[in-house]
């Protein structure tokens, strides 16, 4: 039997199906794994939804699951550039999408297919841009858990050349301090472009003051942090580890920043009914919705408007389904990624918003 596959739309099951359904995730970087190991991933999936399907259903249907499954995995295109591949098996149809959020190992089988389901599976480092300046060194770094990556190293020579000679040590200092706090700055503007990440600031008193002052990105910044001048590289850890303790509080203070960023750009999708059309449209880079936000809605065939299944129209076809899981659907297999924050956190936004391209 042929799988109807498709790695270009989301899968999209009514709410009230209930055909069984197995939900796989596979970690999916061909370009940093070699397809040895990702073959022994998929031996190991295998295993595990044979296990876990003949635990809740008969032989026959197990069969018919694992053979979709496996027709998915033959179709694995070894030259795609993704970090994860989700599939979606039931005893008649097969469906495989290329995620670009990383994710672990997983198998769920449900009654119902739901992408919340495989969302807990992502793998999410604690990811910072960190501002340092100091009387000895200065840089701008990437941390990734215990690593930092210097992105940008110390303010050029140039910056000391050129100062009023008529000026005194102290005034040629500030100069000085003025120049690194700009060049600092604009380095820093042009990052968080690429990395939307929380930012900290670590200085002596005198550069924060200067940096508060001078710098466009004060505002925005997580933390600025007051250290001595005396601060080296190998210290930098230990300032930031007491805030990456509270991550999740620090990534909501994030996310709900670019949130406001976006809107003021024009490029925020507010609330299920926008959110929904723009995911379909393919033009959605970051789902905000929250935790336990649904919303049961079906199509209006002839039209293709989303409708409340609240509102009595025609009954006629009526497949109803939960437009937030649609949504998270397209948006991951766009290319995009889904965060979920604690209800209530999205109140202003009408419980879920994207960020558009």
């Given amino acids: 039997m042929t799988p109807n596959l498709s790695s270009q739309e989301p899968l999209l099951l009514p709410v009230a199906q209930q055909d069984l359904t197995l939900s796989v995730l596979l970690p999916f970087e061909p370009r940093t794994q070699s397809r040895k190991q990702i073959e022994a991933s998929v031996r190991r999936l295998m295993v595990q939804a044979e296990e876990r ?3 809740q259903t008969s032989r026959q249907v197990t069969r018919e699951v694992l ?4 027709q998915l995995f033959d179709q694995l295109d070894y030259g795609a550039t993704a970090k994860s591949v989700a599939l979606w098996a039931t005893p008649s149809k097969g469906k495989l999408v290329y995620w670009q959020m990383p994710v672990g190992e ?3 089988l449900d009654q119902h297919f739901d992408v919340r389901q495989l969302l807990p599976f992502r793998k999410e480092e604690k990811q910072y841009l960190l501002l340092v300046m100091g009387d000895h060194f ?8 215990k690593q930092l990556s210097r992105l940008v190293a110390n303010a050029p020579v140039s910056v000391g050349r050129g100062i009023d000679p008529a000026l005194d040590a102290a005034q040629q200092k500030q100069v000085v301090l003025q120049r690194s706090v700009k060049h600092f700055d604009d380095a820093l503007s042009i990052l968080q472009r690429a990395y939307k990440l929380p930012v900290f600031i ?13 710098s466009r990105n004060a505002a925005g910044a997580t933390a600025l942090v007051e250290v001595p001048a005396t601060i080296n590289e190998r210290e930098l850890q230990a300032v930031v580890a007491p805030y990456l303790a509270n991550w999740q509080q620090l990534k909501a203070a994030k996310l709900m920043t670019q949130l406001e960023d976006a809107l003021q750009a024009g490029k925020l999708a507010v609330g299920i ?3 929904w059309t723009a995911a379909n449209q393919k033009r959605g880079r970051l789902l905000v ?7 049961p809605a079906y199509i209006d065939n002839q039209g293709g408007v989303l409708y409340s299944d609240t509102i009595p129209l025609s009954q006629t076809n009526r497949q109803t389904r939960d437009a937030v899981s649609d949504a998270m659907s397209c948006v991951l297999a766009g290319g995009g990624t889904v965060e979920i924050v604690e209800n209530g956190t999205l109140a202003d936004y ?4 994207l960020i558009c391209y």
């Fill in 106 to 108: 997983a198998v769920v």
């Fill in 273 to 275: 009914g926008e959110v």
């Fill in 289 to 295: 919705v929250e935790a336990d936000y649904a919303y």
């Fill in 67 to 70: 053979d979709q499954l496996k």
């Fill in 350 to 353: 009408l419980h879920a918003a």
């Fill in 202 to 214: 670590v200085a002596p008193a005198a550069h924060l003051a200067q940096f508060r002052k001078q």
């Fill in 138 to 145: 200065a840089g701008i770094y990437l941390g990734k858990e």
């Fill in 53 to 55: 399907l003949l635990q």
